[in-house]
């Protein structure tokens, strides 16, 4: 086996990220880390709200601009759009709990389309997917998973 057959079998599978799609992936991430961060500093304002601009802008850098306000801006989407945004403006404003609260019922309302996908990405990983196969939890968990919202 040759090089040049890994190389197409890699290119086959796997499309190359452009530098934009990148540097939004950095953006997220920083943006996550400093949601994270904000969150365990006693909601800090200032670190949530760099967590939540760089978020944003991460996302608008890996799906394009057009596309971002396509997800957001989709009629069945106006509820959970105005409670994320809304979470980020309020966070902005100087009530960090408040937002945060805010932003986390929008998250849930936007991407419950994906949980279906994530939980069962979940259950495949060995440990993680024993522990949500438990009694007490599986009921739970295929509560979030049974979501038959289109993303």
């Known amino acids: 086996m040759n090089s040049e057959s890994v190389v197409e079998c890699d290119t086959a599978l796997f499309r190359k990220m452009t530098s934009r799609e990148e540097i939004g992936m950095g953006l997220t991430g920083f943006g996550v880390f400093f949601l994270f961060f904000g969150m365990i500093l006693f909601f800090d304002k200032a670190l949530l709200a760099i967590g939540n601009i760089l978020f944003v802008a991460g996302l608008s850098f890996v799906i394009g601009l057009e596309r971002t306000f396509r997800f957001f801006f989709q009629k069945h989407k106006i509820k959970a759009t105005s409670f994320f945004l809304g979470g980020v403006l309020v966070v902005l404003i100087g009530w960090p709990i408040i937002g945060v609260v805010l932003e986390i019922y929008g998250f849930?309302?936007?991407?419950?389309?994906?949980?279906?996908?994530?939980?069962?990405?979940i259950r495949r990983i060995p440990v993680l997917g024993s522990i949500l196969n438990l009694p007490f939890i599986s009921a739970?968990?295929?509560k979030a998973g049974e979501s038959n919202t289109m993303v």
């Open 108 to 121: 849930f309302l936007l991407f419950r389309g994906f949980f279906p996908v994530i939980v069962g990405f």
């Open 140 to 142: 739970y968990v295929d």
